[in-house]
């Protein structure tokens, strides 16, 4: 599976911006998603993961209550709505995609991936 994201940009502290991923090549319902945010100098880590249903979803602790993560499996596509931006979520956003039927969140865990959308965060 091909993964496009986009969405990313300059915002102000206390902003909003909604990241989109486009799949391509095979059938998106049958992998989880994941966001992952990797920030200089450090590890990359996952925000939110949620299901091939969209069911089930994952938050990380810094994100609860201002990221949500959907889906919409007829557009092949995967959304990560991120309100109330500190400067802290500056990073270089990644969505994802894994074939377990388990929801995961481990960065090894996914073997597609996209090329990443710059956030940054001005305070």
């Known amino acids: 599976v091909q993964l496009q994201a986009s969405g990313g940009g300059l915002v102000q502290a206390g902003g909003s911006l909604r990241l989109s991923c486009a799949a391509s090549?095979?059938?998106?319902?049958?992998?989880?998603m994941g966001w992952f945010r990797q920030a200089p100098g450090k590890d990359r880590e996952c925000v939110a993961a949620?299901?091939?249903?969209?069911?089930?979803?994952y938050y990380g602790n810094s994100v609860k209550g201002r990221f949500t993560i959907s889906r919409d499996n007829a557009k092949n596509t995967v959304y990560l709505q991120v309100n109330s931006l500190k400067s802290e979520d500056t990073a270089v956003y990644y969505c994802?995609?894994?074939?377990?039927?388990?929801?995961?969140?481990?960065?090894?865990?996914?073997?597609?991936w996209g090329q990443g959308t710059l956030v940054t965060v001005s305070s």
């Open positions: 994802a995609a894994d074939r377990s039927t388990v929801l995961r969140t481990r960065v090894l865990a996914y073997g597609y």
């Open positions: 949620i299901s091939r249903s969209g069911n089930t979803t």
């Open positions: 090549g095979r059938t998106f319902s049958n992998y989880n």
